[in-house]
């Protein structure tokens, strides 16, 4: 199948997601359990990334102002900066999709190849609104919420590994998470997370469903699931900063 054949299969894909729905009744336990399974589970390894990463920007910053010229405060504040416009809501997606991405896939291309989907449809529902529908909302609606966890634990990494080393004064480094803020940075970022957090389900999910074949297809397709979603979240990323900055 062609790319262009694979993009346009993927958007009929997205379309059916709206077609004879089921009552919101049944969808919304649905949205719950799959809100622990993306979210919840996701918390320790988002919360280690996002702290070691604030560490170790705070740090490399600090070892390259050099200048007597520049105050330590910049430190804390390229730290903010950085882990609002970039380091949060990307680098958390990435890693999601990674997580979130290989196991959404693996769900629905194992109920593909065991023909769990053929008889959901059989019975006369719409297994794409059934099955992945939950899934993409629950991913919009708990992935924000990561990255506004990894956008604290990152910051408050950075204010440990900046003090604990003596790079910079706590006094400073609050001094500069306060001076020059831009408020708009905080909706780019939770902006950025919904549109990354729809790509990561909606393409993972893609792949898993049109799994054929076995248990090696599964893999195969747990794999390009993680493959294309890092692509697709870095390429939004590049659109979103063109277009919202």
């Known amino acids: 199948m062609t790319l262009l054949s694979r993009f346009g299969q993927y958007f009929v894909f997205l379309g059916n997601l709206l077609r004879r729905r ?3 009744g049944v969808y919304f336990r649905q949205i719950l359990e799959e809100g622990v399974l993306i979210g919840v589970d996701s918390i320790f390894i988002v919360a280690i990334v996002s702290t070691f990463i604030g560490a ?8 390259n102002l050099v200048s007597p010229l520049i105050p330590n405060y910049v430190i804390s504040l390229i730290v903010r900066d950085m882990t609002l416009l970039e380091l949060a809501p990307t680098i958390t997606c990435v890693v999601l999709s990674g997580k979130v991405g290989s196991n959404i896939a693996g769900t629905l291309g194992t109920m593909r190849v065991t023909e769990q989907i053929d008889a959901i449809e059989v019975m006369g529902i719409n297994s794409t609104s059934y099955l992945v529908l ?5 991913a919009m609606i708990v992935i924000p919420m990561l990255v506004v966890l990894a956008g604290f634990l990152s910051i408050y990494g950075g204010y440990l590994a900046g003090t604990l080393t003596g790079v910079i004064t706590p006094e400073e480094y609050i001094y500069g998470i306060r001076s ?14 919904v549109v990354f957090a729809f790509l990561i389900a909606s393409i993972s999910a893609f792949q898993g469903y049109y799994t054929s074949g076995g248990a090696l297809e599964v893999g195969r ?6 493959t294309n979603s890092c692509i697709s979240v870095l390429v939004a990323d590049y659109l979103l900063a063109q277009l919202l900055l």
């Open 22 to 24: 089921e009552k919101i």
């Open 180 to 193: 020059d803020f831009i408020p708009f940075n905080i909706p780019f970022a939770l902006i950025k997370s």
């Open 134 to 138: 939950p899934k993409i909302v629950a």
């Open 56 to 63: 170790v920007t705070c740090v490399q910053t600090a070892y």
């Open 221 to 226: 397709a747990s794999t390009t699931a993680v």
